[in-house]
T-cell receptor, first 111, second 112 residues
């Protein structure tokens, strides 16, 4: 019963480096989301997907790209990391009734 | 646009005391409302949700919340807090496209 799996769990990047965060779900959910969590700001939606092959911008999309080539996977990319992208990143998936399942998070530090 | 306000950043209660965490939302139609809990270093766990019907909603771990349309509120309550309830609590409202909009969170500290 894996649910939503995020890799990696921790990462330290230098400014300007790129990386990809992987989110995988095994519940056959249509919807997938990437949020970032910062102290005092709650969770803010970066990008989301309503089905395989689709992506859409959320509240804070700048500096990030996403892809959903397979229904079970949702990738979040940072093309040129900046210190402002230091955060905890959460992936979630859901069916069509707001029944979110969250991953355990990726803690990213950009130095 | 939908928004959620949690007025209290931190709350400290004594173990065994009652708890109320406040949540106010902004949404034009009947909202879908949620409370999540996050223990340190963990993901988010759903405590309860309100879609329609009875305005008093029961959740897991002894929590309940009451939807008050006239006050645009969805406050979370627990009659007797346990030390294990120390965590951060997030209120959220369902937005178009099956998205959730979260409040900034309230950190609950429990003193013995």
């Amino acid at each position: 019963n894996a649910g939503v799996t995020q890799t990696p769990k921790f990462r330290v990047l230098k400014t300007g480096q790129s990386m990809t965060l992987l989110c995988a779900q095994d519940m056959n959910h249509e919807y997938m989301y990437w949020y970032r969590q910062d102290p005092g700001m709650g969770l803010r939606l970066i990008h989301y997907s309503v089905g395989e092959g689709t992506t859409a911008k959320g509240e804070v999309p700048d500096g990030y790209n996403v892809s959903r080539l397979k229904k079970q996977n949702f990738l979040l990319g940072l093309e040129s990391a900046a210190p402002s992208q230091t955060s905890v990143y959460f992936c979630a998936s859901s069916a069509d009734n707001y029944g979110y399942t969250f991953g355990s998070g990726t803690r990213l530090t950009v130095v | 646009a939908q928004s959620v306000t949690q007025p209290d950043i931190h709350i400290t209660v004594s173990e065994g005391a009652s708890l109320e965490l406040r949540c106010n939302y902004s949404y034009g139609a009947t909202p879908y409302l949620f409370w999540y809990v996050q223990s340190p270093g963990q993901g988010l766990q759903l405590l309860l949700k309100y879609f329609s019907g009875d305005t008093l909603v029961q959740g897991i771990k002894g929590f309940e919340a009451e939807f008050k349309r006239s006050q645009s509120s969805f406050n979370l309550r627990k009659p007797s807090v346990h030390w294990s309830d120390a965590a951060e609590y997030f209120c959220a409202v369902g937005a178009n496209g099956n998205k959730l909009v979260f409040g900034a969170g309230t950190i609950l500290r429990v003193k013995s």
